[in-house]
Nanobody, 123 residues
Framework: QVQLVESGGGLVQAGDSLRLSCAAS????????IGWFRQAPGKEREFVAI????????FYADSVKGRFTISRDSAKNTVYLQMNMLKPEDTAVYYC????????????????WGQGTQVTVSS
């Protein structure tokens, strides 16, 4: 079992930065990949980024590549999503998810989810 708790969301202006945190706990939480997804109003949940359990391998959606950075602090068992140059289209509820069984970019393949944190970017 893996428990995930997101934090760090808020209301910012376009061009601002925000850092989301995903605190993981549970027996296997430090040995599984952890990713971020987001869901905007009226849209399907979409993949944002993922890091391997070691933090060495990362993968990003094209829409955030170059602006967002995912990282992992093993000592704190926490995954971060640093979001820079935010745009209004980044507005969404952001979820972290763990332990994908298949495709890292497919939400259906993830076994564990957090409750989400709202990010709102005003123009």
């Amino acid at each position: 079992q893996v428990q995930l708790v997101e934090s760090g969301g808020g209301l910012v202006q376009a061009g601002d930065s925000l850092r989301l945190s995903c605190a993981a706990s549970g027996r296997t939480s430090s040995t599984v990949p952890i990713g971020w997804f987001r869901q905007a109003p009226g849209k399907e949940r979409e993949f944002v980024a993922i890091t391997s359990w070691s933090g060495v391998t990362t993968f990003y959606a094209d829409s955030v590549k170059g602006r967002f950075t995912i990282s992992r602090d093993s000592a704190k068992n926490t995954v971060y999503l640093q979001m820079n140059m935010l745009k209004p289209e980044d507005t969404a509820v952001y979820y972290c998810a763990a332990d994908p069984e298949g495709s890292w970019s497919s939400e259906a393949d993830y076994n564990y989810w957090g409750q989400g944190t709202q990010v709102t970017v005003s123009s």
